[in-house]
């Protein structure tokens, strides 16, 4: 027998029972039940605290109770001498057997008395496990793939002839490493069988022999049924076929599907690799199968310069309002500027106030400013403007048939008038503030008392 490594060792009194049948029960002090066992296979206990081999067991006992301990090699702290005993060394021995891991040695008072520390790497546990145990198949020729991982070499010994075997050994396998440090080799082998013609259920094996590991023996059931095809349907997604029999494995990928992400599949998901990836595998069972690929709404971002919006993270299709800063005095809002597919979804780029539909992907809009002050003293020799400021009256000179609007500095629009020919326009109605007069391309401002 021997300890395991996982978790670490531990000092504890152990019982082995053991049955006429040859089969056992393994109980520990702190592990309590540990699992369960027969003398013919490798035993490992549910603690990981200990381990049987079948090469262990010399004789057959039955009906005996076994008693044993596994204590720590080693001492938790360790006082050295004051003086040293003649030319040897004083070696001391602090640990023995502790997993390949992490650990921490302290050495406090008097540590020049310590000549070295030595530390021995433990040597690796030789392994092989496969991804299964056993196959079963339909009456119908074909193959399965089985993961072999292994730090040790192997090979596959078949001797059944209706059962054919790719990938005999590991000697080009994919390294990876073991939990313990060790490395692995992962090779995958391609078992196939030929059809049952023998109008019964068959069952073969194949042995993988290892240097230094326990033998693994993989059992192939066939039956003399052959495979049905069944249906798949697939909801916001497609699948590599549109029916599979039973073990075969499907291809499925959820649609895209604009302005929303992949959440999930739902449904018949027992054999699904990956429920939470839009392009995975599943294994079909001997029945009919139905997915659906579920999404959400993808929030995006709004950014807006000089302004602000009541969404800041929308999703495709809701209505956000932006606003224009107020402007500095002497400026007035022009428009609104970004890039073409920011642009292209405003109501009204020239409104200071407007909303926008949100489409898929983030939006960055600018709110501009024109200098209104220049535009007034430009004007000013052309047009004339009195009085200003003025409580309900303005009056124009220099204006015939022409074009004329007042409107705030947020672009708002108050009068418009068309051929214009008069020499004054009532604002008595409008609120106190800074105001814009528009004649054709001219303009200026005037303060509303």
Not at 284 to 301: F, G
Request: glycine letters at 8%; one cysteine or more.
């Amino acid at each position: 027998m021997s300890i395991g490594s996982n978790p670490a060792p531990q000092a504890e009194t152990w019982t082995l029972q053991i049955d006429n049948q040859k089969g056992y029960t393994l109980t520990g002090s702190k592990s309590g039940d540990d699992g369960s066992g027969n003398q013919s296979s490798r035993f490992e206990s549910n603690s990981g605290s200990v381990v049987f081999r079948g090469a262990d067991w010399a004789s057959n006992p039955s009906n005996r109770t076994i008693n044993f301990e596994t204590k720590f090699y080693g001492k938790d702290q360790h006082t050295l001498p004051s003086t040293q005993t003649g030319a040897n060394e004083n070696l001391v021995t602090l640990a023995q057997g502790i997993p390949s891991s992490q650990h921490n040695l302290t050495l406090s008072g008097a540590v020049g008395k310590v000549k070295e520390i030595r530390v021995y790497r433990p040597a690796y546990r030789l392994k092989m496990e496969s991804s299964v145990n056993s196959l079963n198949f339909f009456k119908d020729k074909r193959s399965k793939t089985v993961s072999v991982t292994s730090n040790s070499y192997w090979q596959v010994y078949n001797r059944v002839d209706w059962i054919k075997v790719d990938g005999l050994d590991n000697y080009d396998g994919k390294n990876e490493t073991d939990r313990d440090g060790s490395i692995l080799e992962r090779k995958n082998i391609t078992i196939s069988v030929e059809e049952n013609d023998t109008n019964a259920p068959r069952v073969g094996t194949i042995t993988l022999v290892g240097i230094g590991v326990e033998p693994i023996v993989l059992t192939i059931n066939q039956s003399d049924i052959k495979a049905v095809a069944h249906n798949i349907v697939i909801e916001s997604g497609t699948s590599s076929v549109a029916k599979a029999e039973a073990d075969d494995v499907v291809s499925i990928t959820s649609n895209m599907v604009p302005g929303k992400s992949f959440t999930g599949w739902t449904g018949d998901v027992e054999t699904v690799a990956n429920v939470n990836a839009g392009n995975t595998t599943f294994v079909m069972p001997d029945k009919a199968v139905s997915l659906a690929a579920t999404y959400k709404l993808i929030e995006y971002r709004v950014t807006i310069k000089n302004g602000t919006s009541d969404i800041v993270k929308p999703t495709m299709g809701e209505t956000v309002t932006i606003t224009a800063a107020t402007p500095q005095t002497g400026y007035a809002f022009d428009k609104w500027v970004g890039s073409v597919e920011s642009v292209e979804c405003v109501a009204d780029i020239n409104s200071a106030e407007t909303t926008l539909i949100m489409p898929i992907g983030n939006v960055s809009l600018e709110a501009t400013y024109k200098n209104v002050i220049d535009v007034e003293r430009s004007t000013a020799a052309i047009v004339g403007i009195y009085p200003n400021p003025t409580a309900d009256v303005l009056y124009l000179t220099g204006v015939s048939d022409a074009d004329v609007t007042i409107s705030d500095v947020f672009g708002r629009v108050f009068v418009s008038i068309s051929g214009y020919n008069e020499s004054s326009i009532d604002v008595s109605d409008l609120s106190a503030g800074l105001y814009i007069v528009r004649v054709g391309d001219f303009a200026a401002t005037f303060i509303k008392k």
